[in-house]
C-alpha cells in the first residue's frame, strides 16, 4: 500500500508568517508522529497522536507550534510567526500498534525555509 | 532523557568491504531501529529490533538489550549503500516515540 505522505515537499516563508505541514499516515496506522530534522539539532521528536487520546506535546519547542489530526487520520502541524531558526526538514511518520509493535514509517519530509 | 551514541559518526570504504556500525543506549528501550537516510533525505526503514538478530539480504542487526547495544552489519558494501545509518530507540514505558543518535555517515567508493 502507500506508504506516508506530507505536502508540501517544499516551503518558502517570510519571518513572522504562519505555516502549515501536512501528513497523511498509512492507512490504518493509528499512532502518528512528527519530528524535525536540522542541521543543529539533528532529529528531534516533536508530538505524538494514539487513537483517540490526547497527543504527547513534550517534545514542541514552543507554543509557536501546534498540531491537530482529524479523523484519526490526517494530521496538520502548524507554526505560526515562524522565525529564522525554524527552518528545518520536518518528518512525519506513522505506526501500527498491532502486536505490541511500533515500528515507525517516515514520509519524505517538507523542507522549510523561513526568510 | 535516553542518551544514544553512534560510532565511528564517519566510515568510508572501497566496494566490497564488510564494515559493522554500533549504537550504544542509555537506558531499557521497548523499540530500537535502524535507518538508511538516502541522499534525498528519505528514511528508509532497515530493521525494528528492539532485541535479537535479523538479516536483510547483505545487511544484519543484532540488539543485546541487556547490555544496551545494537550492531548494524554491511556485507559486499555497494556504492548505493552510501549515505547517513541512524539508530533511533524508545525507552520502555514511553509512548514510543523515537530518540535517535546523531548518525555514522558512510561513503562506499568504487
Known amino acids: 500500500g502507500a506508504g506516508v505522505s506530507q505536502s508540501p515537499s517544499n516551503k518558502v516563508t517570510e519571518k513572522g508568517k504562519d505555516v502549515e505541514l501536512r501528513c497523511d499516515p498509512i492507512s490504518g496506522h493509528t499512532a502518528l508522529y512528527w519530528y524535525r530534522q536540522s542541521l543543529g539539532q539533528g532529529l528531534e521528536f516533536l508530538i505524538y497522536f494514539q487513537g483517540n487520546s490526547a497527543p504527547d506535546k513534550s517534545g514542541l519547542p514552543s507554543d509557536r507550534f501546534s498540531a491537530e489530526r482529524t479523523g484519526g487520520s490526517v494530521s496538520t502541524l502548524t507554526i505560526q510567526r515562524t522565525q529564522q531558526e525554524d527552518s528545518a526538514v520536518y518528518l512525519c511518520a506513522s505506526s501500527s500498534v498491532a502486536g505490541g509493535a511500533y515500528e515507525q514509517y517516515f514520509g519524505p519530509g517538507t523542507r522549510l525555509t523561513v526568510t | 532523557g535516553i542518551q544514544v551514541e553512534q560510532s565511528p559518526p564517519d566510515l568510508i570504504l572501497q566496494e566490497g568491504a564488510n564494515s559493522t556500525l554500533r549504537c550504544n543506549f542509555s537506558?531499557?528501550?521497548?523499540?530500537l531501529q535502524w535507518f538508511h537516510q538516502n541522499p534525498w533525505g528519505q528514511l528508509i526503514n532497515l530493521f525494528y529490533i528492539p532485541s535479537g538478530t535479523k538479516q536483510n539480504g547483505r545487511l544484519s542487526a543484532t540488539t543485546v538489550a541487556t547490555e544496551r547495544y545494537s550492531l548494524l552489519y554491511i556485507s559486499s558494501s555497494q556504492t548505493t549503500d552510501s549515505g547517513v545509518y541512524f539508530c533511533a530507540v524508545s525507552p520502555s514505558g514511553s509512548a514510543r516515540q523515537l530518540t535517535f543518535g546523531s548518525g555514522t555517515q558512510l561513503t562506499v567508493l568504487p
Open positions: 537506558d531499557s528501550v521497548n523499540n
